[in-house]
Structure formats: structure tokens, C-alpha cells
């Protein structure tokens, strides 16, 4: 039998390693919705809504490394272009698969559902295409070109790519072959010259500190990474959306960096060595610290995906794996020295019994629960700046959104990522109230496909990090409806569940005791004071002036 345009495309994401697609049915997709479902190596997973959808194909490919969602035209990829966008800042390679009107309907400019009424069927992509790094209409005629054209995009670029089907000729064989797309190169002698200039300021360098970013990760190099740091003897530290890049749990980590915000051994160290080594870092505003970071631009080395700048020469073409790896070769070993003392940590878990939970004796918790390889998830808001700073057990990375920056992205991003660890990691999910109102519904796919996360919601009664950065804490905005969290599980279909509501030390040290058991997903509602607040969010506070004039 003929491949269709459709079966084509999901073939294709197969051998790339998509293995399930997110998403909600409408009419116009159904011939693509069908394809999925009909899949013999892929599979459907339906979300409560769309931009759940693209948030869990977010956090799906940040396990999996690449992601895929699909949405009806119009009204439903609109629903998901926010997690596209988030998807797009983040460097994450997510496939957006639309469902369109038939091409007789596009050609006659007909007023169908789903349409602005105005006859214009190429507007949803135009608005697309500012969030993503490519896109196609997809017909019989280009469908094996433009699959390896949008696939090369999207790994190489690790940005989402748009893919729209008339649902027509989603349904027709695909006329014609194409191969896959080989990356672009490095240039050799543009690589040899960024290899010298880097050689030489590190060899006039009596001190230097590499930061790790996230793109790294993005692009599967952390383990070149490392064999770099190991080749080298450099130390590194870390900014906060850059946490669990490497190995916390390694000779060579100082600490967490965040300018003059926090741990100020660790900046002095960063800003006052003789080199700084950016890997994949971007130095936005939570990255800085409220933009109070100050490395200096002659005595930086910024690696990046497909170039690197070194005392302000830029060398284009050097693509970054070719790049540390040459370097790991070419750098001796040196000691290079480093803070004196511990690495910063937080304060011991204190308190018991009926003391009631503050963000002094919840976050020290927090960080004892987590055990190797887990895969924690933590919410834009107070409890990644908590987090941030926790110290990770071997193997467990930390999940956040920190440049985007969207609330509600963790529940549905957690799901994504229970769906991609498949029960082998365990994912720990840590919301606030607040943003948890945007996608609690999400919890219920949990239940449906048998996945066991362990999650913490925390109840602060309102945005708490908006009355940490707005003129008036109190005023109206801030507030919430009062839900019983604890509560929502069992409505949502979790009904096997451990759950618990705790507003007491012996209370929350009993349930994370059961937690921790595993065998079951659980559910655990925090409940503290209303500006309960880790140090970084009142830092933040402090700094707004700086956080918002930069």
C-alpha cells in the first residue's frame, strides 16, 4: 500500500525517536489524529486542552530530547502557541503537527468554523512562525523534502518546527524520496583559531570558573562537557536555569552563581577570576541575578550552539561539540584553585513536631527527599527559586522554565516527562497554588496512563512572588479562590492515590515519609504562611529596581 502524506511524516518522527504525541482532536485533524492513533510505534496521548498538550510535549522532550503535539486548526494550535513559544526559548526540538481545512475549502476562501470569517487560511502559520525556526504546508509533492528540511531545523536549531496537513491531502500517497539532511559542519581553521585564542587566555589565566547552560543539555553535550571540565581541572558553578547541567556531586562544582543576589563567596570567585567560561549559558535576568551579575566581556569566553566569542572576536561556524572536544585535547590539566569552604548548602531540615512549615524548614526537606536520577520539575515562581539552591543526589536533574517564564507549565510538563522516563526515573513535581489553578486538570493523565509521580502543591493562599514584586502585596490580584487541593486526585481519577494536606512538621514529615515508600502516586498539599518566601525571592524583592531597569 502507498505511505500518505501523514504516515510519512509520523514515520519519519519514529526514527527520530518520537514515540508518543500530545494533544486534543478536532475535525479538521482527524485524518492526522487517525494516523497517530493507528501507529503501530507511536503513541496518542490525550490532553485536557491544548496548551496542557505543548506544555507536556515540552517536558517530554526535555527527557526524550525531542517532542511532538497536535492540534485542530485555528482554534486549537492558538490554544498551544504559548508552550510552543516556551518550547522556543527553552531550545527544545517540539514537532507541531496542524490539522487544516480541505484545499477545495482554502481555494474558495470559504467562511468555515475555526477561521477569523475573513477567507485567509495561511494566518494561524504566519502567527506561528515567529515561535518556531521552520514550517511547511505539507501536500503530496513536497512532504518528503519538507519532513527532512523541517527535521534538520529542528535538531539543529533545537527549536520547534510547524507542520500543517489539509486534511485532504493529508490522506494521499506521497509522491517522491528524499534523504536526510546532513548538519552543517564546523569550519576547520575558523575551529583551530577559536581553539588558539581560547588556549592562549587560559594559559595567562592564574584563575578561572566555567558556567554551564542549559543548551548544552539541549544538545546532548553534557557528557562531552564533562570530559572537558575532567581533561582540564577547571571548576564550574551554576546559574539557576542552568542547574544539574553536570554533576553537582563532583569536586569541581563551587556552587550555585547568581551574582550579588546570593552566595557571595561564589560570585567573588566567578567575577573576580582571571577567565570565565560560558557553555551554553544565556545571562537573562534570572541567570544574573537581577542583572546584578558583572563579568567583565574582555575576560569571558562565551561558547554558543554554532559559534564563540573570545575577548569580543566572534569566530562563526564552530559547532560547539567540535569545539570542546578539540579544546579537551588541546588544554593541559592544571589546578586551578578554588573557594575556600563548603560548597554553599541549605541549613539543616529543623524543627518538629507541630511546628508549623516555613520556607526555612520546608526547602531543606525538599532537597532530603529528592534521591538519585529523579527528575524534579518545579514551578515558575518561589518554589524554583527555593529549589534552585537545593543540592541534587547523582543523577537527578532539575526542570525549570526560568527564561519564559509561563505559570501552570509544570503540571502539564511533568506529565510530558513521566510519559518519557516511563516509570525508570521518578518525577517530582513541586507547584505552587497559584500557578497549580492554571493546568491542575492535567493531574488526571497521570491516573489514566499509570504513571506515579510524587507531587507537592504549595498552598501560600496567592501569587506569592507577584506580592513579592508589586507595589501593593494585598490588593486584590494576588488573591485566589480557596480550593481543596488535596481533594482534586480522587475527582480527577487518581483514585488510588496517597494523599495529604499537612500544615505541621510531623504532618509533612509523615507524609513524604509514606512518599518516599513509592508504589503509588501521591499528593501532598503544603500548607504555609502567606509570604513564606525562600531567601532568592526576597533578594528579588530587594532588587526589583535593578530586575526591571536593566
Given at each position: ?14 526514527d527520530?525517536g518520537v ?5 486534543v ?5 482527524f485524518?492526522?489524529?487517525d ?7 507511536i503513541?496518542?496521548?490525550g ?31 492558538l ?6 513559544a ?12 496542524v490539522g ?10 470559504s ?12 494566518l ?8 518556531v ?13 519538507e519532513?527532512?528540511?523541517?527535521i ?6 533545537r ?5 500543517a ?5 493529508a ?5 517522491g524520496?528524499?534523504?536526510p539532511?546532513?548538519?552543517p559542519?564546523s ?7 577559536a581553539?588558539?585564542a581560547?588556549t ?6 592564574n ?17 562531552d562537557?564533562?570530559?572537558f ?15 544539574s547541567?553536570?554533576e ?8 550555585m552563581?547568581?551574582?550579588?543576589l546570593m ?5 567573588r570567585f ?6 570565565v567560561?560560558?557553555?551554553?549559558a544565556?545571562?537573562?535576568d ?7 551579575a558583572?563579568l567583565?566581556?574582555g575576560r ?13 572576536m566572534t ?5 560547539m ?12 590539566r592544571?589546578?586551578?584553585p ?23 524548614n ?8 529528592l ?49 518519557a ?9 513541586v507547584?505552587g ?6 493546568t491542575?486538570q ?12 510524587v507531587?507537592f ?6 501569587y ?5 514584586l ?14 481543596h487541593?488535596?481533594?482534586?486526585p ?8 496517597f ?8 504532618e509533612?514529615?509523615q507524609?513524604m515519609e509514606t ?5 503509588t502516586?501521591c499528593y501532598?498539599?503544603?500548607?504555609t ?8 525571592a526576597?533578594q ?7 530586575l526591571?531597569?536593566?
Amino acid at each position: 500500500m502507498s505511505t500518505t502524506v501523514i504516515q510519512h511524516v509520523l514515520n519519519r518522527l519514529r526514527d527520530i525517536g518520537v514515540r508518543h504525541v500530545f494533544g486534543v482532536p478536532g475535525d479538521y485533524a482527524f485524518p492526522v489524529d487517525d494516523a497517530i492513533a493507528e501507529h503501530p510505534d507511536i503513541d496518542w496521548i490525550g490532553s485536557c486542552n491544548e496548551l496542557n498538550a505543548a506544555y507536556s510535549a515540552d517536558g517530554y522532550a526535555r527527557v526524550h530530547g525531542i517532542g511532538a503535539v497536535c492540534t485542530t486548526y485555528g482554534v486549537g494550535e492558538l490554544s498551544a502557541i504559548n508552550g510552543i513559544a516556551g518550547a522556543y526559548t527553552e531550545h527544545l526540538p517540539v514537532f507541531h503537527l496542524v490539522g487544516m481545512p480541505k484545499m477545495p475549502v482554502q481555494a474558495h476562501h470559504s467562511l468555515v468554523h475555526h477561521t477569523l470569517g475573513n477567507g485567509e487560511f495561511d494566518l494561524f502559520q504566519k502567527m506561528s512562525d515567529a515561535v518556531v525556526c521552520a514550517s511547511a504546508i505539507m501536500t503530496p509533492q513536497n512532504a518528503a523534502a519538507e519532513t527532512e528540511r523541517l527535521i534538520a531545523a529542528a535538531l539543529y536549531h533545537r527549536r520547534p518546527v510547524y507542520m500543517a496537513f489539509p486534511a485532504d491531502l493529508a490522506e494521499m500517497p506521497v509522491i517522491g524520496k528524499a534523504q536526510p539532511l546532513s548538519p552543517p559542519a564546523s569550519d576547520p581553521a575558523q575551529v583551530e583559531a577559536a581553539v588558539q585564542a581560547i588556549t592562549d587566555m587560559l594559559g595567562r589565566a592564574n584563575s578561572a570558573c566555567v558556567l554551564p547552560g542549559i543548551l548544552t543539555t539541549r544538545v546532548g553535550l553534557g557528557a562531552d562537557l564533562q570530559h572537558f571540565l575532567d581533561a582540564t581541572g577547571l571548576p564550574f558553578a551554576t546559574m539557576m536555569a542552568d542547574k544539574s547541567v553536570l554533576e553537582e556531586a563532583q569536586p569541581a562544582y563551587i556552587g550555585m552563581y547568581d551574582g550579588k543576589l546570593m552566595n557571595e563567596s561564589v560570585r567573588r570567585f566567578v567575577e573576580d577570576g582571571d577567565v570565565v567560561v560560558l557553555v551554553g549559558a544565556m545571562m537573562h535576568d534570572f541567570n544574573t541575578g537581577a542583572f546584578t551579575a558583572n563579568l567583565d566581556p574582555g575576560r569571558t569566553i562565551d561558547i554558543r550552539h554554532h559559534h564563540v566569542s573570545v575577548d569580543g572576536m566572534t569566530y562563526q561556524s564552530v559547532e560547539m561539540k567540535d569545539l570542546l572536544d578539540a579544546l579537551a585535547q588541546k588544554l593541559p590539566r592544571k589546578q586551578w584553585p578554588r573557594p575556600s569552604g563548603e560548597v554553599n548548602r541549605m541549613s539543616q531540615a529543623a524543627g518538629s513536631g507541630d511546628d508549623s512549615i516555613t520556607a526555612e524548614n520546608l526547602y531543606p526537606r525538599w532537597e532530603n527527599f529528592l534521591k538519585p536520577d529523579d527528575i524534579l520539575v518545579a514551578e515558575t515562581g518561589t518554589v524554583s527559586m527555593g529549589l534552585a539552591f537545593a543540592r541534587l543526589p547523582h543523577g537527578a536533574t532539575f526542570q525549570n522554565q526560568s527564561l519564559w517564564g509561563s505559570i501552570g507549565w509544570a503540571t502539564p510538563a511533568a506529565v510530558g516527562a513521566a510519559v518519557a522516563a516511563a516509570d525508570e526515573q521518578r518525577v517530582v513535581l513541586v507547584t505552587g497554588d497559584g500557578s497549580h489553578q492554571l493546568t491542575a486538570q492535567e493531574i488526571s493523565q497521570f491516573g489514566r496512563f499509570g504513571l506515579r509521580p510524587v507531587v507537592f502543591v504549595l498552598n501560600n493562599h496567592g501569587y506569592l512572588i507577584e506580592r513579592l514584586l508589586c507595589k501593593d502585596p494585598d490588593i486584590a490580584y494576588n488573591d485566589l479562590a480557596n480550593w481543596h487541593y488535596s481533594e482534586l486526585p480522587k475527582a480527577l481519577g487518581c483514585d488510588d492515590w496517597f494523599t495529604a494536606r499537612v500544615s505541621t512538621l510531623a504532618e509533612l514529615d509523615q507524609a513524604m515519609e509514606t512518599a518516599a515508600k513509592g508504589g503509588t502516586g501521591c499528593y501532598i498539599e503544603v500548607m504555609t504562611d502567606t509570604y513564606a518566601a525562600p531567601p532568592l525571592a526576597n533578594q528579588l524583592h530587594e532588587n526589583i529596581d535593578t530586575l526591571y531597569s536593566a
